[in-house]
């Protein structure tokens, strides 16, 4: 079972930057998928960005809304978002999710696909 602890949330004004990271307790090999989530109240769950992780291939995904402000990376046991430019539309509770064993490329949108999340860090941008 693969744990994953998020960090780095907080509050910060519209312009501003935070970098989020996803610490998780074992090594992901290959066919596996790392994303940040982000639910805002009353708001449906919705992937921000995901990565997808196979022998050198890492084929990346960003919600429209944000491709050019933030950037998913993984560096050996820790995923990182960095946002730039954030609004205030970006304020919500950020949760790591991943998935592993999979084929094709891509990472799934739903976030029932998804086998293991953190418990979420809270980002809060203001006008």
């Known amino acids: 079972q693969v744990q994953l602890v998020e960090s780095g949330g907080g509050s910060v004004q519209a312009g501003g930057s935070l970098r989020l990271s996803c610490g998780f307790s074992?090594?992901?090999?290959?066919?596996?998928?790392m994303a940040w989530f982000r639910q805002a109240p009353g708001k449906e769950r919705e992937r921000v960005a995901s990565?997808?992780?196979?022998?050198?291939?890492?084929n990346t995904y960003y919600h429209d809304s944000v491709k050019g402000r933030f950037t998913i990376s993984r560096a050996f046991n820790t995923l990182y978002l960095q946002m730039s430019s954030l609004k205030p539309e970006d304020s919500a509770m950020y949760y790591c999710?991943?998935?592993?064993?999979?084929?094709?490329?891509?990472?799934?949108?739903?976030?029932?696909?998804?086998?293991?999340w953190g418990q979420g860090t809270q980002v809060t941008v203001s006008s």
């Open positions: 990565i997808y992780s196979d022998s050198g291939i890492g």
């Open positions: 999710a991943a998935v592993f064993g999979r084929s094709g490329g891509w990472c799934p949108a739903d976030p029932p696909k998804y086998t293991a």
């Open positions: 074992n090594v992901i090999s290959s066919g596996d998928c």
